[in-house]
């Protein structure tokens, strides 16, 4: 698929699709005759994990290291299976912690909301 369908798929603009090609993250499949970028399901689906990390604050050097750990692991004969969980247990952990410390700030953010809102006049 061109990258119009990528982005619509992914809700990722063409600009950051690229930025992500340049940055070496997600790197088109093919090219077509006449030059165009063709992503295959399993690039949108990395785009998907490095969209999905963004908000989490992660680096592109980590989210470069992740999608290296997620390529190992579904590589049927991945010699250090074993480190590669591990690393991906961090990063597992590190995403937990930041989901909450995002919670955190969603409750203050409703909470200073709310009190705008009990000033506002009913009716």
Known sequence: MQIGEVADRTGLSLRTIRYYEEVG??????????????????DVDRLQVVKRMKPLGF??????ELLTILDALSALDDADRDKHLDRL??????????????????RIAEDFAGSLRARLPRG
């Open 89 to 106: 247990a961090q990063f597992h952990t590190t995403a937990e912690e930041r989901c909450e410390e995002l919670r955190a700030q969603l």
């Open 59 to 64: 680096q592109l050097e980590e989210m470069r």
């Open 25 to 42: 993250l997600v790197v088109p499949s093919a090219r077509s005759q006449g030059g165009f970028r063709l992503y295959t399901e399993p």
